[in-house]
């Protein structure tokens, strides 16, 4: 069964920083692409980020770009977020997601983490 | 970037009922869209892909369909369960931006 657990979440102040860690289980985690998407309370669904399996390929949404960084440890099968200069609009939860080996899809989410950027 | 549009952003509906939801894309993304669902304190779940192909384990009673800039989501004959909200994606090129969403609701 394809499992993906994030943690890392919680309340952090403007301008501070926060990792999350996206732990998978149940299928070969270096194969596959991987993404971050949030969803601030009560709104929509917002991608983030993506890497590829290879890790050559990176990707950023401009609301983040130059903030974050994702990359991944495949003998951990972990994905990771690092989000410096936190702000009140980043408040959100957020998604560790698996995509789809026969297109751009995103096949598998986790449960997602909340985090809550507020002094 | 491109825009995905949804409509309506609600719909009330019966169970029973044959519902469609459209998405707008606001330039050509082929067939590269995705539709989700998701429930009030779930994450989502993923329906369909490539416009229409539906992923295993879905209800045959979803559909998909379109290219280029317009799709539509159908439901042929609502059950209680899903009643949710539907998320349209394009993954032709990122950012791959999702549509606002469309919470369908019991009339």
């Known amino acids: 069964e394809v499992q993906l657990v994030e943690s890392g979440g919680g309340l952090v102040q403007p301008g501070g920083s926060l990792r999350l860690s996206c732990a998978t289980s149940?299928?070969?985690?270096?194969?596959?692409?991987m993404n971050w998407v949030r969803q601030a309370p009560g709104k929509g669904l917002e991608w983030l980020s993506y890497?590829?399996?290879?890790?050559?390929?990176?990707y950023y949404a401009d609301s983040v770009r130059g903030r974050f960084t994702i990359s991944r440890d495949d003998a951990k099968n972990s994905l990771f977020l690092q989000m410096n200069s936190l702000r009140a609009e980043d408040t959100a939860i957020y998604y560790c997601?698996?995509?789809?080996?026969?297109?751009?899809?995103?096949?598998?989410w986790g449960q997602g983490t909340l985090v809550t950027v507020s002094s | 970037d491109i825009q995905m549009t949804q409509s309506p952003s609600s719909l009330p509906a019966s169970v029973g009922d044959r519902v469609t939801i459209t998405c707008r894309a606001s330039?050509?993304?082929?067939?590269?869209l995705n539709w989700y669902q998701q429930k009030p304190g779930q994450a989502p779940k993923f329906l369909l892909y490539?416009?229409?192909t539906l992923q295993s384990g879905v209800p045959s009673t979803f559909s998909g369909s379109g290219s280029g800039t317009d799709f539509t989501l159908t439901i042929s004959s609502l059950q209680p369960e899903d009643f949710a909200t539907y998320y349209c994606?394009?993954?032709?090129?990122?950012?791959?931006?999702f549509g606002q969403g469309t919470k369908l609701e019991i009339k």
């Open positions: 330039q050509n993304i082929y067939n590269y």
């Open positions: 994606q394009q993954s032709y090129s990122p950012p791959y931006t």
């Open positions: 490539s416009a229409s």
């Open positions: 997601v698996r995509e789809g080996t026969s297109g751009w899809y995103f096949d598998y």
């Open positions: 149940g299928f070969t985690f270096s194969g596959y692409s």
């Open positions: 890497i590829s399996s290879t890790r050559t390929t990176i």
